[in-house]
């Protein structure tokens, strides 16, 4: 996306141009603060302290703690398991044509604007030319009868509506 701006900005002196580029810095700027951020193991760490200590008073904030909360449990359910822990499994039959998991997951900085409307144009544009998809998937092989099988999806199972929860509150941000 870089390089076309970049090409556009080149053959064209719009006004446009100035403010995708403007849109463009910033979404930078603030991904490379939240990227520090959620990689950080000390905010992770620092998670349950400020759960237990944080009183929220809006509606706003009670959702945000509700949400914050919801999270908390599965990580403590859950704290060896990512967002991909059951989406390796599968093998296709060809790699041209897959949506990766990582491909589908991810956050964008603003739902606003120029740039969101080519990012979003792209990424459907390039997704429309999959056949397949990568999704979290169990894959159990029997080699003794009666086996116990105590894996299940129900990490993902509260993952997704919890992003989506996540989402939203992002979205209905005062």
Same mark, same amino acid.
Not at 56 to 73: I, R
Not at 135 to 154: C, R
């Given at each position: ?6 090409? +556009? ?31 950080? =193991?000390?905010?992770? *760490? ?14 706003? %904030? ?16 859950? =704290? *060896? ?7 390796? *499994? ?21 739902? +606003? ?11 459907? +544009? ?13 894959? %159990? ?5 009666? %086996? ?5 999806? +129900? ?5 997704? =509506? ?13």
């Amino acid at each position: 996306m870089e390089e076309w701006l970049i090409y +556009d900005l080149e053959n064209e002196k719009a006004e446009e141009d100035n403010s995708i580029i403007s849109e463009f810095n910033k979404a930078i700027y603030y991904g490379d603060i939240m990227f520090r951020k959620i990689y950080n =193991p000390y905010h992770l *760490n620092c998670f349950k302290q400020r759960i237990d200590s944080y009183r929220p008073s809006t509606s706003f %904030q009670k959702d945000c703690f509700a949400v914050a909360e919801k999270a908390l449990g599965l990580l403590l359910e859950y =704290p *060896n398991y990512t967002i991909f822990h059951n989406t390796f *499994n599968r093998e296709f039959e060809y790699d041209d044509g897959v949506i990766k998991a990582e491909q589908y997951i991810s956050f964008i900085a603003d739902s +606003d604007g120029l740039l969101y409307e080519n990012i979003a144009r792209v990424v459907n +544009d390039e997704l429309n030319e999959c056949s397949e998809m990568e999704e979290p998937t169990l894959l %159990q092989i029997y080699v003794a009868e009666n %086996q116990s099988f105590n894996k299940g999806l +129900d990490f993902e199972y509260r993952l997704f =509506p919890l992003i989506n929860d996540l989402c939203t509150l992002l979205n209905n941000t005062p």
